[in-house]
């Protein structure tokens, strides 16, 4: 169960939570969870599903670096990822698997995909992208059995009925392996605030969630041979400044648009791909020295004036370093209480709009906005708790557990959090 902006911060309100501190006290559980640059929600979930990093399983961030403006193709679908995931290995070793909101899980094959997806494009809409990439009659037999949840498409409401779905598959015995992907939380603190009272409230919430799941366990006979594993991705950090960093490219002479509204990108040379508290930099020859040292004395410009809210420059080398993958020649860290944003504006650097006071997308980092993770059941000691570890150390553990290999994990066991018997498998 993976509750998306569910953070290391939230460690004290957590142990006063019913069903979060049964968990908290009777597993095992990690207090920091380093997660891999850029913090977004799907390099952070296919790092865990195959304790790799974005340079090896290609999600580098939510979106495609894509130059447009009509709206970049999201990471949806398995193909995306490069390399074998959990639940891959699980249905390669015969156990039955169900990925629920799971990102970039669309269109694998088996019976039990409900996809994350949405229409970004015009003339996509939302009914036929969720059949096509998802489990048809499976998804169709959840809809009309759990759709009167829904009433839109409000978060609170999707994790309603992802959560219906999940307990009738426990209670049925339905699968082996249930991956679960609740939504509302990161969109409240995206909306009110990290710390907000909307944010306290949804995590009372997300605690009720639990408390089905484990009464769903309970009632499938099978706890003593179960897992309950809930896990965060990604912190947030308070907002009140928007960097248009695309309008500062044209400014600096690299992008040229025009059309309606002179909205429409024409050329470029550099273009920026907005991930929240950072930003990716692509060139469009990238092999061009003198382009690169041109584009490097502008973003260096930029950061000079502190009003633009640029914290940090990083290199190619420097991503490399990362981990971050190759697509990016470029990346920019925003400033405290900044984030940044692809579309140009009127001004490089606006207020924030009053529905959007937190991000995420920053440098990885080992305090408050790291996520928080516990197991608890079947081969998870009690009591137990890490001070820190990454997410890539998530999935090859949870992989040990299952007693299946993840063939391209770079992550680390957690033995410390197993029993003597899986510690020794």
């Given amino acids: 169960m993976s509750v998306d902006g569910l953070a290391a911060g939230d460690y004290s309100l957590l ?31 296919a790092s865990l599903v195959t304790g790799t990093y974005p340079d090896i399983h290609g999600i ?3 979106t495609r670096l894509e130059p447009e403006e009509n709206g970049p193709h999201w990471f949806w679908y398995r193909r995306n990822l490069r390399v074998p995931t959990l ?9 039955r698997t169900a990925t629920l909101f799971w990102p970039s899980a669309g269109g694998r094959h088996s019976a039990r ?22 489990s048809p009659r499976f998804v169709l037999g959840m809809l009309l059995r759990y759709g009167y949840l829904l009433r839109g498409l409000r978060r609170r409401n999707l994790d309603n009925f992802t959560c219906a779905c999940a307990c009738r598959l426990i209670r049925r015995r339905s699968v082996d392996l249930l991956l679960l992907h609740l939504l509302d939380l990161d969109a409240t603190r995206h909306r009110y605030g990290a710390a907000s009272s909307e944010a306290r409230e949804v995590l009372h919430q997300q605690d ?23 896990t965060g991705d990604h912190g947030h950090r308070d907002v009140s ?16 648009r025009g059309g309606a509204g002179a909205s429409r990108l024409v050329r470029w040379e550099a273009w920026a791909q907005a991930c929240d508290g950072s930003a990716r930099i692509r060139l469009s020859r990238r092999e061009d020295a003198a382009l690169r040292r041109r584009v490097a004395a502008a973003l260096t410009a930029l950061q000079g004036d502190p009003a633009n809210g640029i914290a940090r420059i990083l290199d190619r080398g420097q991503l490399l370093a990362l981990r971050a993958g190759e697509e990016a020649d470029f990346a920019l860290e925003a400033s405290p209480g900044y984030f940044f944003s692809s579309r140009s504006g009127p001004e490089v ?20 906005y790291s996520a ?24 090859t553990t949870l992989a040990h557990v299952l007693s299946l290999t993840l063939p391209a994990a770079e992550g680390r066991v957690l033995s410390e959090l197993l029993t003597e018997k899986e510690r020794t498998l």
């Fill in 15 to 45: 142990r006063e939570l019913p069903a979060f501190r049964r968990l908290m006290e009777t597993g095992a559980r990690v207090r920091r969870v380093r997660g891999v640059y850029p913090t977004l929600t799907y390099p952070q979930h």
């Fill in 113 to 134: 995909v409900l996809p994350e997806i949405i229409p970004v494009r015009p003339g996509e809409h939302l009914f036929s992208l969720v059949l096509q990439a998802g």
């Fill in 349 to 368: 650097v606006t207020a924030a709009c009053p529905n959007y006071r937190a991000a995420h997308g920053y440098l990885p980092a080992d305090d408050d």
């Fill in 60 to 62: 580098t961030a939510n």
């Fill in 208 to 230: 009720r969630r639990l408390a089905r799941i484990l009464a769903a366990v309970e009632h499938s006979g099978r706890s003593d041979r179960t897992a309950v594993v809930v």
């Fill in 372 to 395: 928080f993770f516990v197991a608890a059941g079947c081969g998870f000691r009690c009591g137990v708790e890490l001070v820190k570890a990454g997410v890539v150390d998530l999935g």
């Fill in 87 to 95: 639940y891959d290995a699980a249905a390669s070793a015969g156990l």
């Fill in 241 to 256: 400044a928007r960097i248009h960093i695309n309008s500062a490219l044209e400014r600096a002479g690299l992008q040229v």
